[in-house]
């Protein structure tokens, strides 16, 4: 495939993507190596145990439905990014104020990501964990640059080649953080009084909380988890960044792949990661807040967690940086996305030298996801809102307006409130309603004063034509290659798959193994390595083989 990715056009037909890729990007982005981090957080956070458990299901339902109903249909309707359609609503000096903001936001969640990366290498060479905001050990520098030089090195490549390194690797990694919990589990088990085996719901709710979520009776508890898991990645669906990504997208109901990334990602390996950071935790007699990724990774899987720390916060930088990487390109379309990625990888990897990005990560992904999203209910309101209203879309581009002072108003206002807000009393997790609210209302009546309400009749009869033939040209395309037939291939392709397959279902079974105790937990983590091996070496060949297919399939 080209490395061109329409940085200024809709994605033409021929571009769009396969449901495989966004299933194995959600599930492989989200999925990362901070999910030990957050999953630990929970744990030191003294929230309960159905706390945690009813809150996450809440959140997490909630962040798929934004991203299944608000960002996918907006992506799939326009084909273009979020800084080429901000452009078209807020003109270039709006667009190039969001994209700075934008992009070093972004940098500093892929530098968290790449921190973490680094984090399992450093247990390999046992150097001390990094848990202060600044590096003491040159040597955990020099792995997190080589670490960000390779993960930057695969963001310049594009959208397929990202979805394609998740696609191999979200799989595995899943099944790491699943296995890891249950493998640990008999280690809180021998230390929880008056358990001895686990037989119940009620054994594993004493165990959990015993030793897991302790339910201190602090401020934090039921709808503070449910709120931080919405907004956890606000900027990527209520915000609309994941446009960027979703335009790629054959069908805009591809956006419930999300539910992938959330029930999987950040319901699933966020429990078993709580888990595993307590299991940690218990033995090394150390406090769970002193921890980090690879500390936690290593007590429970071994060489396997090393490598899946490591995976993980590759699956999840790559994306980060692409979607950076076009922020900063959107601010001169005349340089090179590849050239503009390697240079955002470059100060990205510089970021993640400091580990202050994942020792706050909580408060910064909440902070970045209310900074971004007043960009993302301005999008909403003149795409869905305006025409409903009487209002015209593009009212400023129409009206040759190089920023949309409206939007820019709305956008910094939209931050004092929230602002005022949070120093009222209101928590950090809780501002997203009002500021979306104030961000809607505020907007369209700035909007309508300063030129929304006339109708541009002529410069919107011929926007609205061209995209009329685009949509047609798009649906002709995939009708005509919808009924794809099977290649020659297709047998030895799914012989990979299958036995890739068959690698993590021994996976599986060995932590069920362990759990009943006849594996002791290093025997478990000296045999999950080998069908690791095995799953890794099965699955390229079977990527190799389908993408073999997909390009036959396109010639035809």
């Not at 450093?122 to 792995?143: G, K, Q």
């Not at 078993?272 to 936690?296: R, Y």
Request: glycine share 8%; aromatic share 12%.
């Amino acid at each position: 495939m080209s490395t061109s990715e329409f940085d200024r056009s809709p994605v033409p037909p021929q571009q769009l993507q396969p449901a495989r890729h966004f299933a194995a990007s959600y599930a492989g982005e989200h999925a990362a190596g901070t999910e030990f981090v957050i999953g630990a957080t929970f744990v030191a956070w003294g929230v309960g145990t159905m706390d945690i458990l009813l809150g996450l299901l809440l959140g997490n339902l909630l962040a798929v439905l934004c991203w299944a109903l608000l960002c996918a249909p907006i992506a799939v309707d326009t084909r273009l990014t979020l800084y080429a359609y901000l452009e078209k609503i807020g003109g270039k000096g709006t667009v190039r104020l969001y994209s700075i903001v934008n992009g070093i936001m972004f940098c500093v969640l892929a530098g968290a990501m790449i921190t973490v990366s680094a984090s399992a290498v450093r247990v390999m060479f046992d150097l001390p964990a990094e848990v202060h905001w600044y590096p003491t050990s040159a040597s955990f520098v020099a792995i997190a640059l080589v670490v960000g030089a390779v993960i930057a090195a695969i963001a310049t490549k594009g959208f397929a080649r990202v979805a394609q390194f998740a696609e191999v690797c979200a799989p595995w990694m899943v099944m790491m953080f699943l296995i890891g919990g249950i493998a640990i589990l008999p280690t809180l088990l021998q230390a929880t009084p008056g358990v001895s085996s686990i037989g119940s719901w009620d054994d594993l709710r004493t165990i959990a909380d015993t030793w897991i979520w302790k339910d201190t009776d602090g401020e934090l508890g039921f709808w503070h988890v449910a709120a931080f898991a919405w907004i956890c990645n606000l900027a990527m669906h209520g915000g609309m960044a994941d446009m960027t990504i979703l335009r790629f997208a054959r069908k805009s109901q591809y956006g419930y792949f999300s539910a992938l990334g959330m029930f999987i990602g950040h319901y699933m390996a966020w429990v078993c990661a709580g888990i595993m950071g307590a299991g940690a935790a218990l033995l090394l007699t150390t406090p769970i807040n002193q921890l980090d990724a690879g500390a936690v990774a290593y007590q429970a899987l071994g060489a396997a967690g090393i490598l899946a720390v490591i995976i993980a916060g590759w699956t999840t930088a790559n994306p980060t940086i692409y979607r950076a990487g076009l922020a900063f390109q959107s601010l001169n379309p005349s340089w090179s996305r590849e050239k503009v990625t390697a240079v955002t990888g470059v100060v990205t990897t510089i970021i993640a030298c400091f580990p202050f990005v994942f020792t706050k990560l909580l408060d910064f992904v909440g902070l970045m996801g209310l900074t971004l999203a007043p960009i993302g209910a301005i999008i909403i309101t003149e795409h869905w809102l305006f025409p409903k209203l009487g209002l015209t879309r593009y009212w400023a581009t129409y009206s040759n307006r190089f920023t949309n002072w409206a939007a820019v108003i709305t956008w910094l206002s939209a931050l004092v409130f929230a602002y005022i807000l949070n120093n009222a009393g209101l928590h950090l997790f809780f501002l997203l309603l009002p500021a979306w609210a104030y961000t809607m209302v505020v907007y369209t009546l700035l909007a309508k004063a300063m030129g929304a309400k006339q109708s541009h009749t002529d410069a919107a009869r011929q926007d609205q034509a061209a995209e009329q033939a685009r949509k047609l040209a798009e649906q002709a395309y995939l009708t005509a290659h919808q009924q794809a037939g099977h290649s020659s291939a297709d047998k030895g392709r799914n012989l990979f798959g299958f036995a890739s397959v068959a690698a993590l279902i021994v996976c599986f079974g060995l932590s069920i193994i362990t759990l009943t105790g006849d594996l002791t937990l290093e025997q478990f983590k000296h045999y999950v390595s080998w069908p690791t091996v095995a799953y890794f070496v099965f699955s390229i060949v079977w990527l190799w083989e389908q993408n073999r297919r997909d390009k036959q399939l396109a010639g035809k």
